[in-house]
């Protein structure tokens, strides 16, 4: 076997397997910090912050689920904008759908208040410790907020509808768009809504690891559920509201065609199939952080 030679030389030993020198106790701290986090770290992240909400009060809550609602219809906005300077080509959705998360990165990294990612968030919490007080926290948590939610989509709607800040063309966009959300009956909505609120609540179990990549999870877990055209509670309700209040819907069929089976695919998708999943991943593992 021919004897290992280093470039000046010198034999190399056989036996050193890597030339990765051992780490300093400096460079080991570091390495362990900039490792992703686990299940079991994650889980008390989002359980801590689930925490924080719940002990938000009300006004609080309410106004910055107002602001949330508002900011989710610039995704509205910017799709319509986008799809009334493309022709109508096959391609047309993969590039208009970019605009869909705009809305999303102003809610989340402005920690605002949004119904869908709030699904998951006090969730944690309520598993961890069930008691009633911790139930009734989370069911004003959910009711100010989506209420809030949904007056934000409303009037930003009433804005659109209702005044001459952009033009026919891309009026015209908004309209198209909204009848494209309301498309398909009560069970295919529910089920969209499903896939958009698992999609959502798994972008917020990603967060905390994402660090400064954040940006990026949000705009790539959102533009999948523009393009994949789910059911997004609030983004659909800006989009369907629209029709509604500029007379080309009727606000029974914003209700029972879309946002009830909107409203019930996302909770269901947030809680069964991430919030539930995940906890259950976490706790059967006997690895929980919190100690009650």
Do not use: C
């Not at 993969?94 to 989340?108: A, E």
């Not at 007056?151 to 009848?179: H, M, N, P, Y």
């Amino acid at each position: 076997m021919a004897q290992l030679v280093a470039p000046g030389g010198a034999p190399v030993s056989a036996e050193r397997k890597s030339p990765v020198q051992p780490l300093t106790p400096t460079e080991e701290k570091k390495a362990e910090e900039e490792q992703s986090l686990d299940a079991k770290l994650t889980y008390e992240v989002i359980r801590r912050e689930g925490d924080k909400e719940l002990k938000r009060s009300g006004q609080a809550l309410a106004w910055s689920g107002l602001a949330a609602g508002l900011a989710m219809g610039f995704s509205f906005v910017t799709e319509g904008i986008l799809r009334s300077h493309l022709p109508d080509a096959p391609w047309r959705p993969l590039i208009t759908k970019l605009g869909y998360p705009v809305g999303f990165l102003m809610v989340t990294l402005g920690s605002q208040e949004l119904f869908t990612e709030n699904t998951l968030t006090p969730i944690v919490p309520l598993l961890v410790e069930k008691s009633r007080a911790k139930l009734n926290a989370v069911a004003k948590l959910w009711g100010a907020t989506l209420f809030a939610n949904l007056i934000g989509t409303l009037i930003f709607a009433a804005v659109l509808a209702k005044t001459g800040i952009f033009e026919a063309d891309v009026k015209q966009a908004f309209s198209d768009i909204g009848r494209e959300t309301l498309k398909g009956d009560f069970i295919t909505t529910l089920l969209r809504g499903i896939f958009a609120g698992w999609l959502i609540a798994a972008m917020v179990w990603m967060l905390p690891a994402a660090s400064t990549a954040q940006p990026a999870v949000i705009t790539v877990m959102t533009y999948l559920v523009g393009i994949a055209g789910l059911a997004h509670v609030i983004v659909g309700s800006v989009e369907v509201l629209y029709l509604v209040l500029s007379g080309q819907a009727g606000a029974a069929d914003y209700f029972s065609r879309f946002m009830i089976p909107a409203l019930l695919g996302n909770t269901i998708g947030g809680l069964a199939l991430v919030a539930g999943l995940n906890h259950a991943q976490v706790v059967g593992s006997g690895n929980t952080a919190h100690k009650a």
